[in-house]
């Protein structure tokens, strides 16, 4: 799998998990948890090929702050 297709694996089991805790039902949650190693890695993978590490760590702080919001 390419990063993209793992993206969107973390995203599709992130969504379980939300959906698992409106309608209260544990193994959504359980699945859902997988979603988070899921984006640390490849966000680990995108650090470690990234030479300009400022600039990934600006956008992570800006996409931490802006997913705040909602």
Do not use: P, V
């Given at each position: 799998m390419n990063q993209n297709q793992i993206k969107?694996?973390?995203?599709?089991?992130?969504?379980?998990d939300h959906i698992g805790l409106v309608?209260?039902?544990?193994?959504?949650?359980?699945?859902?948890?997988l979603s988070f190693p899921l984006f640390v890695w490849v966000f680990a993978q995108?650090?470690?090929?990234?030479?300009?590490k400022n600039?990934?760590?600006k956008?992570?702080?800006?996409?931490?702050?802006l997913s705040e919001i909602p």
């Open positions: 969107w694996l973390a995203a599709g089991l992130m969504l379980a309608l209260n039902l544990e193994i959504l949650r359980i699945i859902g948890r995108n650090w470690r090929r990234d030479h300009d600039k990934l760590s956008q992570l702080l800006l996409f931490g702050i």
